[in-house]
């Protein structure tokens, strides 16, 4: 089995500060963790992927995660945040053809 | 655009209707994967293919629900006798299987669905 916990329902940040997307997840075998984001009215696109290479993991947009086995945890990160950033987030964990989604934490940005 | 779409992108049925939604995978990605999205949830398994079989159906998928891919290409999702409950977001999402691995999957913009 396996599941995934996002810690914080919304986040705030001010333009130009860092983002810190907090998640935590469990699985019975080595998973595969991917970073979701979805903008109103659009799809889900995916941000980032870990595949058990190397454990920081940078993906579009300025976002990077890094996985930490030891704490089970894939937190999001993004050095300077930019108001195009204001979307919903989601953690996913994966085995082959399953795919678990947290609940999501809001990104807003405030100008 | 070569990314998944799906048809239509909102419907509004009334209670005991029937409604159908189709997606338009990925050319080429031999899965395909519907999932439902209700408001402040992240998206719930409902079931997937592979080609033309459908190999998984989750415990949410009552028998009120019916998926189809009759030639491994596009896809469509039925709702029989629709209930409020079944108001949600339904996504639809394709990957290839081929390289071996953690596969990636793709989704499209969903299908809102209200029941009033």
């Known amino acids: 089995a396996q599941s995934v916990t996002q810690l914080d329902s919304h986040v705030s940040v001010s333009e130009g500060t860092p983002v810190l997307l907090r998640c935590n997840y469990s699985?019975?075998?080595?998973?595969?963790l991917f970073w979701y984001v979805q903008h109103p009215n659009k799809g889900l696109q995916l941000l980032l992927k870990y595949t058990s290479a190397a454990t920081l993991v940078k993906g579009i947009n300025g976002f990077e995660a890094e996985f930490k086995k030891s704490e089970t945890s894939f937190h999001l990160t993004k050095p300077s945040a930019h108001m195009s950033d204001a979307a919903e987030y989601f953690c996913?964990?994966?085995?082959?053809?399953?795919?678990?989604f947290g609940t999501g934490t809001r990104l807003t940005i405030i100008p | 655009d070569t990314g998944v779409s799906q048809d239509p992108r909102h419907k509004i049925t009334k209670r005991g209707q029937n409604v159908t939604f189709r997606c338009d995978p990925i050319?080429?990605?031999?899965?395909l994967y519907w999932y439902r999205q209700t408001l402040g949830q992240g998206p719930e398994f409902l079931t997937y293919f592979q080609n033309e079989a459908q190999l998984e159906k989750s415990r949410l998928l009552s028998d009120r629900f019916s998926a189809e891919r009759p030639k491994g290409s596009f896809s469509t999702l039925e709702i029989q006798r629709t209930e409020q409950g079944d108001s949600a977001m339904y996504l639809c999402?394709?990957?290839?299987?081929?390289?071996?691995?953690?596969?990636?999957?793709?989704f499209g913009p969903g299908t809102r669905l209200l029941v009033l």
């Open positions: 699985s019975s075998y080595s998973p595969s």
């Open positions: 050319s080429e990605h031999n899965r």
């Open positions: 999402a394709s990957s290839f299987t081929g390289t071996g691995g953690q596969e990636t999957q793709y």
């Open positions: 996913v964990v994966g085995l082959f053809e399953k795919l678990t």
